[in-house]
């Protein structure tokens, strides 16, 4: 079985994907958040940031890009390849208004056609492998009746699937009939990803589709950094799981204190963090309001520190 940590742009960058890696085990590999191509530009290093060698130490790492440009593309790609990457995933799920208006992410969807362009032209002129990441269409599921065989002429590393519209965003619950759909009609490797956040919803999920190998958690994962683990069998003891939180957020809050200027900036990082582990902990909405409300970074670390060393419960 194979687990990719889903990318997800604000939360799971290199900080993150450092720190994870340094405390929990699970995952087989990390997808970073998407980077956008620019038109007729060359790449600084200040744009792939994220994605340098130098700034990586966890687990291996898949870039996402986002666009529709497939000069663009074929540049980028060149790049990411002389930073020694051989696979790299497109963005075709990004449900945001401001980027599927532009088509771009899930805004590509309704145009099989020029999905169809933009990958004959990056797969011919790259040596890199792709993956697609994609949700089941924009506006329709029927969309997906296109999308496959345009899917299907290329060999791709593997074809991530959410099963949720564009248009749905996050609302309402993943479309299991059309994963299965896609699932029996896809040439290419099928990755599960969307709400797997227990290890009771990954075995319902594994057991309807015996025949996928590989999933992809976000959210879940965020919320309870155990879960990859759990999946794959690990049992570790309460104790020693509250010390590993505790010691990974210690980490991840030094790692965002060197490159966040102002206690704003890191403050908010953090307490988007929060906004998902809270939910591992009893009584977590109560420690999330006591850190919304902190403004300063001494009362923020004052207030983790003393919810750490009340001794909390970690719930799952
Ligand atoms: C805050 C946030 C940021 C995200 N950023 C990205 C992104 O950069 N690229 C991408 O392909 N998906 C992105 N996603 C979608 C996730 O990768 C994933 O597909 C989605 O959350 C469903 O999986 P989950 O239920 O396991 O979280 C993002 C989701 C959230 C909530």
Redesign the pocket.
């Known amino acids: 079985m194979h687990l990719t940590l889903?990318?997800?742009?604000?939360?799971t960058e290199a900080p993150y994907r450092n720190a994870a890696a340094a405390f929990f085990t699970g995952f087989d590999a990390a997808?970073a958040?998407?980077v956008v191509t620019i038109q007729g530009r060359k790449y600084p290093n200040s744009h792939l940031k994220d994605l340098l060698p130098e700034n990586n130490h966890g687990w291996p790492v898949i870039p996402?890009v986002?666009s529709n440009d497939a000069a663009g593309f074929v540049k980028l790609a060149a790049r990411l390849c002389d930073l020694g990457y051989a696979t790299i995933?497109w963005?075709l799920?990004?449900p945001f208004p401001r980027v599927a208006k532009k088509a771009r992410g899930s805004g590509l969807l309704p145009d099989p056609e020029r999905i169809d362009r933009i990958l004959d032209q990056v797969l011919s002129e790259t040596t890199v492998r792709l993956s697609i990441?994609t949700r089941i269409g924009r506006f329709d599921v029927e969309e997906m009746e296109a999308l496959l065989p345009v899917f299907n002429r290329y060999p791709l590393a593997e074809l991530i699937i959410?099963p949720r519209t564009g248009i749905q965003m996050?609302a309402g619950e993943p479309d299991l009939a059309t994963f299965a759909n896609c699932l029996e009609s896809s040439k290419n490797p099928v990755v599960y990803?969307?709400?797997?956040?227990t290890v009771a919803d990954f075995r319902t999920l594994a057991d309807r589709y015996a025949s996928v190998d590989r999933w992809?958690?976000?959210?879940?994962?965020l919320a309870d950094p155990f879960l990859p683990g759990a999946i794959k069998g690990l049992d570790i003891p309460h104790a020693d799981k509250l010390d590993s939180i505790r010691r990974f957020h210690d980490r991840l809050f030094s790692a965002y204190s060197e490159i966040l200027s102002g206690p704003s900036h890191l403050g908010d990082k953090m307490k988007g963090f929060w906004l998902y582990l809270s939910r591992s902990f009893e009584d977590g909405r109560k420690i999330l309001k006591k850190i919304q409300k902190t403004r300063k970074t001494d009362h923020y670390a004052d207030v983790v520190k003393r919810f750490f060393d009340n001794g909390p419960t970690w719930i799952n």
């Open positions: 889903a990318p997800l742009k604000g939360f997808m958040p998407f996402q986002l995933n963005n799920g990004c990441k959410h996050y990803n969307g709400d797997i956040n992809m958690l976000g959210r879940g994962a």
